[in-house]
C-alpha cells in the first residue's frame, strides 16, 4: 500500500533525486536579485528539469496557480536585520502545511552556536508532527555559530548531516566539503539522503556544474540551488544544465557546453 508520505515524497524528488530551487531569501534579505517575482521564477523554471521549490507559506499562499512540480514549505526564519540572525524560529505548523497543500516540510538549523539548543527542539518536534502527518521534512542543517571555524570541515559537516538524521529528518540539505572523498564518507555515515546547498553565487557557471558533479559521485541525492539559479542571467537553462548532470549523468564539461550553445 502507498503511503501519504512515500507520494508526497515522490512529488519533490524524481527517480529518488533533487533538483530544487530554495525560495525563501525574501524573510532573511528582502526581494533580493531573481526573487522580486517568485511566481515568475516559479513558472519559468519549472518545465526545465526542476523537481521542487522550497518557498514560504505567504509566497506558496499567493501563487496565481498550481505548480507543475513539489512545493516544500519553509518553516524556519530570522532577518539580517536582526540582532540575532543565526536564530531560527519557527514560523508554521505541519498541519498549516497540510492545509496549504503543501508536498514537504523545510526547516533550518543552525550548529555550533548560542541558539541550536532551541533550533534541535524545534527540529526534534516538527519531525515528530511530520511522521504523525506523513509528510516529508528536509532538514537544513548548517555549521554556523561562535564555536564553527570551518564550516566546510568534514567532521563538522559530517555531524552536522547526522544530527539532521537522528533527530528525524527525511532528506538532509548541507554544505559540500570540496572534494569527493570526504563527501562520500559523510554520505555514508548519514542514514537519510542528502542534498547539498549551492551557497554564494559562484564565478563561474563551470564551478557549479562541477560541484554538482562532484556531490554526485560522491553519493548525493540532488541539490537545492537558490542564488545560483534564480539570479543566473539564464535560469531555465542553467536548470536544464545541473539537470543533465543529476538526471543523465553527464559530465560538468558536457553540461557546460550544451549551456555555452544556447
Same mark, same amino acid.
Given at each position: ?21 530554495? /525560495? ?15 511566481? @515568475? *521564477? ?6 526545465? %528539469? ?27 526564519? @530570522? ?9 531560527? *524560529? ?21 550548529? %555550533? ?21 506523513? /509528510? ?21 559537516? %559530517? ?29 555514508? @555515515? ?7 546547498? %549551492? ?64
Amino acid at each position: 500500500m502507498v503511503s501519504g508520505h512515500e507520494i508526497r515524497l515522490n512529488r519533490i524528488l524524481r527517480k529518488g533525486k533533487m533538483l530544487c530551487i530554495p /525560495m525563501d531569501h525574501g524573510i532573511s534579505n528582502g526581494p533580493i536579485e531573481g526573487l522580486a517575482d517568485p511566481a @515568475s *521564477m516559479i513558472y519559468r523554471c519549472e518545465t526545465h %528539469g526542476l523537481t521542487s521549490i522550497i518557498i514560504n507559506k505567504g509566497i506558496l499562499k499567493t501563487l496565481p496557480k498550481p505548480t507543475k512540480i513539489g512545493v516544500l514549505v519553509h518553516f524556519s526564519s @530570522s532577518t539580517s536585520l536582526s540582532m540575532s540572525p543565526n536564530r531560527k *524560529m519557527l514560523t508554521g505548523t505541519v498541519e498549516e502545511a497540510v492545509r496549504l497543500g503543501a508536498d514537504g516540510v523545510s526547516l533550518h538549523i543552525n550548529i %555550533g552556536g548560542k541558539e541550536e539548543p532551541e533550533m534541535l527542539e524545534q527540529l526534534g518536534m516538527t519531525a515528530d508532527q511530520c511522521h504523525k502527518w506523513d /509528510m516529508p521534512l528536509l532538514a537544513m542543517m548548517y555549521p554556523r555559530g561562535e564555536n564553527i571555524k570551518d564550516p566546510h570541515d568534514p567532521e563538522i559537516v %559530517g555531524h552536522v548531516a547526522r544530527i539532521g538524521a537522528e533527530c528525524g529528518a527525511d532528506i538532509v540539505k548541507t554544505l559540500y566539503t570540496g572534494d569527493v572523498d570526504s563527501f562520500a564518507k559523510i554520505v555514508k @555515515s548519514t542514514p537519510v539522503p542528502i542534498v547539498i546547498a %549551492g551557497g554564494p553565487k559562484t564565478k563561474t557557471d563551470l564551478d557549479i556544474l562541477q560541484m554538482t558533479e562532484d556531490a554526485m559521485t560522491a553519493g548525493a541525492k540532488g541539490v537545492t540551488y537558490g542564488r545560483n539559479i534564480f539570479a543566473h542571467k539564464n535560469p531555465e537553462k542553467i536548470v536544464e544544465a545541473l539537470a543533465s548532470i543529476i538526471f543523465r549523468k553527464e559530465s560538468a564539461k558536457e553540461a557546460m557546453k550544451k549551456l555555452e550553445q544556447n
